[in-house]
């Protein structure tokens, strides 16, 4: 079966450069969320998308931006990064908001600012 | 706002024996409930969920979880732990209401030794 794509899986950047994620979620799947996950840290939730509109935001910095584009992929642009955004990025995706389906996760991002 | 706490950072278990990792929720309305299973370097593999209906759910690798609203709780059971089982496991929690973002705990790490 078909899961969550997410490219690349390992970054290196230097602080202040910029990055971009991608997420390519599962067919049909309408509704893209992010997460990040500090080292030794819980997921935390940074933003989603349902249709192509943002649905929720949480605890993103403002640096950061992302979107979901008519074919349903993401992106997360990452500005001016900084040592502390060294994260594992998880992208995830389900069929529709409705509640309770809980989502797929793809294997996550390694971000290294050095 | 919700939360989820996990009690024990780290759980230690013989092989074959059970495995128990608590979990409890704050919501002033019963969540959607899930845990979810991350090994070394990868992704969130859901293990269970509750929505609705029966309240001992049973999920993927031997895993079983009961949700009792009476102690907000969705504590975590295997009758007999694997070698394999040792991994970090996060509880987590999405409103019944909204978009389903995800809170997580601050996660368990099962060691299994032989």
């Known amino acids: 079966a078909a899961g969550v794509i997410q490219s690349p899986r390992h970054l290196i950047k230097e602080k202040r450069e910029t990055a971009t994620l991608k997420c390519y979620p599962i067919p049909r799947h309408d509704t893209v969320y992010w997460y990040q996950q500090g080292p030794g840290q819980d997921p935390q939730f940074l933003i989603s998308?349902?249709?192509?509109?943002?649905?929720d935001k949480g605890s993103i910095p403002d640096r950061f931006s992302a979107q979901q584009f008519s074919d349903y992929h993401s992106e997360l642009n990452m500005s001016s990064l900084e040592l502390g955004d060294s994260a594992l990025y998880f992208c995830a995706s389900s069929e529709g908001h409705t509640k309770g389906y809980g989502y797929t996760f793809g294997s996550g991002t390694r971000l290294t600012v050095v | 706002a919700q939360s989820v706490t996990q009690l024990g950072s780290h759980v230690s278990v013989s092989e074959g024996a059970l495995v128990l990792l608590r979990c409890n929720y704050s919501s002033s309305v019963p969540p959607y409930l899930f845990w979810y299973v991350q090994y070394p370097n990868q992704g969130l593999q859901l293990l269970l969920k509750y929505t609705t209906g029966a309240t001992l759910v049973k999920g993927i690798n031997g895993f079983e979880a009961e949700f009792k609203k009476s102690e907000t709780s969705f504590h975590l059971t295997k009758p007999s732990a694997h070698m394999s089982d040792a991994a970090e496991y996060f509880c987590a929690v999405s409103d019944r209401t909204g978009f389903q973002k995800l809170v997580f705990g601050t996660g368990t790490r099962l060691l299994v030794s032989p």
């Open positions: 998308f349902y249709e192509k509109m943002q649905s």
